[in-house]
């Protein structure tokens, strides 16, 4: 257990109606009992269009609707990929910092097929950059108290999540001869380096918002880049920000749905590490369930039943001791009854499932 000095502001629970990027919130999920907070998410490129320069109107507008529903906020402020603005990477290049680039290989992105080059996650001039806008940002919010959590994110490529290009949905582009690892190596990654981008990343988020709990989501890398172990770079920042800050460190999945194994995980994996990271852990949803023909959340694919799918992956995250989740606005709007079960479920905040919970293998 952490020391009472290092326990921090609470962390949220609940149903966080998760909202399309700089889209408003509806008033059917403004209104709804079952949904405890609200998720809003907007890029770098649109609070930051220039240098220095910030329009924090989407932001402002959706927290006061918030504050006016009687609803808790989580925003986050997508610094990653399409998100990154075209002056701080023209800043990047001119600084001679190295890029990556990669092609979105996700029939479910917007941006499928897109190519993407940006500049390394350890580079200067990028992490200089976002600290500014972190400040910024911190500047702006930390004392509002709609405001519940915040998130932060060093290692996305695409958007907010984790997301090291290393083949499928992130698809790195290396030049003919080369491996998608050596082109990593050429640039000059390192696990330090890694380590070194997180932990600058985190500490200018605590710092910039002093009285919010900070997430931060997860992942692993390919051991061919990381031989000390796929999951070693996550572990290490959100145990170093720990040590510092206690359980306002967030660890976050943003990939929730019926597909993960019933705790405890097998060891090693991907599910093991936020497992292994409660019970200061949240997240969201891969994908809606509600109109979705694919069953992207399903565990058997298609054909599948939307409101059993999102209650199994309710009951998965309750399992993993998520104190939130973030549902896409869909399924809040589609599946009302599932929402109000996951609103009492997942304001319980306990580390194993109640007495008489499903458990689907």
Same mark, same amino acid.
């Given at each position: 257990?952490?020391?009472n000095a290092?326990?921090?502001p !609470? #962390?949220?629970?609940? &149903?966080?109606?998760?909202?399309k990027?700089?889209a /408003?919130?509806?008033s059917?999920v403004?209104?709804?009992?079952?949904?405890d907070?609200?998720?809003l998410?907007?890029?770098?490129?649109?609070v930051?269009?220039s240098d220095?320069?910030y329009?924090?109107s989407?932001?402002d507008?959706?927290?006061?609707?918030?504050?006016n529903?009687?609803?808790k &906020?989580?925003i986050?402020v997508i610094d990653?990929?399409?998100?990154?603005?075209?002056?701080?990477?023209a800043?990047s290049? *001119?600084a001679g910092? /190295?890029?990556?680039?990669f092609k #979105?290989?996700d029939?479910?992105? %917007?941006?499928n097929g897109?190519?993407i080059t940006?500049?390394?996650?350890?580079a !200067?001039t990028l992490l200089?950059n976002?600290?500014?806008?972190?400040?910024a940002?911190?500047?702006?919010?930390n004392?509002?108290p709609?405001?519940?959590?915040?998130?932060?994110?060093f290692?996305?490529?695409?958007?907010d999540d984790w997301?090291?290009?290393a083949?499928? +949905?992130?698809?790195?582009?290396? !030049?003919s001869?080369?491996?998608?690892?050596?082109?990593?190596l050429?640039?000059?990654?390192?696990?330090?380096?890694m =380590?070194n981008?997180?932990?600058?990343?985190? *500490?200018?988020?605590?710092? *910039?918002? !002093?009285?919010k709990? #900070?997430g931060?989501a997860i992942g692993?890398t390919s051991?061919k880049?990381?031989?000390e172990?796929q999951?070693?770079i996550?572990?290490?920042v959100?145990?170093?920000?720990?040590a510092k800050w206690g359980?306002?460190?967030?660890?976050?999945?943003? %990939?929730?749905s019926?597909k993960?194994? =019933?705790?405890?995980?097998?060891a090693? @994996?991907?599910?093991?590490?936020i497992?292994?990271?409660r019970?200061? &852990?949240?997240?969201?949803m891969?994908?809606w369930?509600?109109?979705?023909?694919?069953?992207r959340n399903a565990?058997?694919?298609a /054909?599948c039943?939307a409101?059993?799918?999102?209650?199994?992956? +309710?009951?998965? *995250?309750?399992?993993?001791g998520?104190?939130y989740?973030e #549902?896409?606005?869909?399924?809040v709007? @589609?599946?009302p009854?599932v929402i109000h079960y996951?609103?009492g479920?997942?304001?319980q905040?306990?580390?194993?499932?109640p007495q008489?919970?499903?458990v =689907?293998p």
């Open positions: 257990m952490l020391p290092l326990a921090g !609470p #962390i949220p629970n609940g &149903v966080f109606a998760l909202i990027g700089s /408003p919130t509806g059917s403004l209104s709804n009992p079952d949904v907070g609200i998720s998410r907007t890029g770098w490129e649109h930051e269009p220095g320069s329009d924090w989407y932001l507008a959706e927290i006061a609707k918030a504050k529903a009687g609803k &906020v989580l986050r990653s990929g399409t998100n990154i603005p075209a002056w701080v990477i800043e290049k *001119a910092e /190295p890029t990556f680039s #979105i290989s029939p479910y992105a %917007s941006h897109k190519v940006q500049p390394v996650f350890w !200067p200089a976002k600290a500014k806008l972190m400040a940002f911190g500047a702006r919010y004392a509002n709609t405001v519940a959590i915040v998130t932060c994110q290692a996305g490529a695409r958007d997301g090291v290009p083949g499928t +949905v992130l698809d790195d582009i290396a !030049p001869g080369s491996t998608k690892s050596s082109r990593w050429d640039a000059g990654w390192t696990t330090q380096k =380590v981008a997180g932990n600058q990343v985190v *500490a200018n988020a605590m710092a *910039a918002f !002093p009285d709990p #900070i931060m692993s051991t880049l990381t031989p172990g999951n070693y996550a572990q290490t959100i145990n170093t920000a720990r359980n306002r460190m967030v660890a976050t999945h943003n %990939s929730m019926e993960p194994p =019933v705790p405890p995980p097998p090693g @994996g991907y599910w093991s590490t497992y292994n990271m019970p200061s &852990v949240g997240g969201q891969l994908w369930s509600y109109g979705d023909s694919t069953c565990a058997g694919g /054909p039943d409101a059993t799918v999102l209650t199994h992956s +309710v009951e998965r *995250a309750h399992q993993y998520w104190n989740l #549902i896409y606005a869909a399924d709007v @589609g599946l009854s996951a609103h479920l997942l304001a905040a306990t580390l194993s499932p008489g919970l499903r =689907v």
